[in-house]
């Protein structure tokens, strides 16, 4: 990964189609990898791109499920990677520890497009990564790191929001974590009255292997 949370593309991926107006079935693997890699680094770039949050799954020490939402921060296509913050006192981080599989999800309802990966999560806390990402989060994101109760504490009522931190306040820095999720597969599925197309990418390889699926 990247120090600064860049979000570097494929080398063409400026000319990428974008994913709706691609046909997976058609389309060759390196392109359609293309239009995914230009799709999840706008989406970490936009809070407005509608695969900006996503959905990640973990298992926790007795193999039980949990999923929830979270914003995507980074898109490597390079390293093939995927990063979003979190706080390391949640039971997420805590399960991710034990175990890094975990499963991306993302679903835009306007263009019927489902996105799947799995993935293996590692934790950046303390080191220059994390310190990287704090740097450049603004004071809105660094203030949920400030509260004294983990995630997930059972209280008497609901919290006020927590202040905004001034820029050179780095107490939230302690709970602040980046998580990083490297994978090697992409799974599409694409919604047509027509015949629905799913795919997945392999991208081990020198270059990205296409694969129809039954929907
Ligand atoms: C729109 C939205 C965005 C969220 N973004 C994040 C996020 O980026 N990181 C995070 O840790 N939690 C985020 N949350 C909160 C998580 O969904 C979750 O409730 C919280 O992190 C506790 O999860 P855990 O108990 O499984 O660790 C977000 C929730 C919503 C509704």
Not at 76 to 101: L, M, N
Not at 105 to 125: C, E, G, K, V
Not at 129 to 141: D, E, I, N, V, Y
Request: charged share 20%; glycine share 6%; net charge negative.
């Amino acid at each position: 990964m990247i120090l600064g949370m860049m979000t570097p593309l494929p080398e063409s991926a400026g000319h990428a189609e974008s994913l709706a107006g691609l046909h997976l079935a058609a389309e060759s693997a390196a392109t359609i990898w293309q239009a995914v890699a230009a799709e999840l680094a706008a989406a970490a770039a936009s809070a407005r791109h509608p695969l900006h949050l996503l959905t990640v799954a973990t298992v926790d020490a007795t193999g039980a499920p949990h999923a929830r939402t979270v914003v995507l921060r980074g898109f490597d296509a390079t390293d093939r990677e995927v990063w979003f913050h979190t706080d390391i006192r949640s039971p997420k981080a805590e399960q991710i520890g034990v175990d890094g599989r975990v499963a991306l999800h993302w679903y835009d309802p306007a263009r019927r497009l489902q996105i799947r990966i799995a993935a293996t999560a590692t934790i950046h806390h303390g080191d220059a990564l994390a310190q990287a990402a704090w740097r450049t989060s603004q004071p809105m994101s660094r203030a949920c790191y400030t509260t004294g109760e983990s995630p997930g504490t059972i209280l008497e009522t609901v919290p006020p929001a927590p202040p905004p931190p001034a820029t050179d306040d780095d107490r939230g820095l302690a709970a602040f974590a980046v998580i990083c999720c490297r994978f090697e597969c992409v799974e599409l599925l694409s919604l047509h009255a027509s015949g629905h197309e799913r795919i997945r990418l392999r991208l081990t390889g020198t270059e990205p292997i296409r694969e129809i699926l039954a929907p």
